[in-house]
């Protein structure tokens, strides 16, 4: 992955190429940017993981989320089935006075 560093002047991300080792320039503000630190880039890595398990997170409630909604189902086709049941015999214990 390409090694991006943040201006602390305008705040642009900057593409840091292979020739730029201890500094570059803002290609648009032109501050000197220090590359020594890794400390920015550290940050960027940081948050597409933090985002990644988020995104994981987010999957597994949508998973339970179904599963309670299929175990929801059974139950109402549960009912469904016990309400017929009685209905019927209610309709057979009328027909057959
Ligand atoms: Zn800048």
């Known amino acids: 992955m390409a090694r991006t560093v943040k201006c602390p002047s305008c705040g642009a991300e900057l593409m840091v190429k292979d ?6 320039f803002c290609e ?6 220090r590359l020594d630190d890794y400390q920015e880039t550290r940050r960027f890595v940081d948050e597409a993981r933090i985002k990644e398990s988020e995104n ?10 179904f599963e309670e909604r299929a175990r929801k189902d059974k139950d109402k086709g549960f009912w469904i089935v016990l309400v017929g049941l009685v209905v019927f015999m209610i309709v057979c214990y009328i027909t057959c006075q």
């Not at 020739?19 to 570059?24: E, H, K, L, S, T």
């Not at 648009?28 to 940017?33: I, N, P, R």
């Open 56 to 65: 994981q997170k987010e999957l597994e409630l949508k998973r339970m989320e």
């Open 19 to 24: 020739g730029n080792r201890d500094f570059m």
């Open 28 to 33: 648009y503000c032109g501050t000197k940017v």
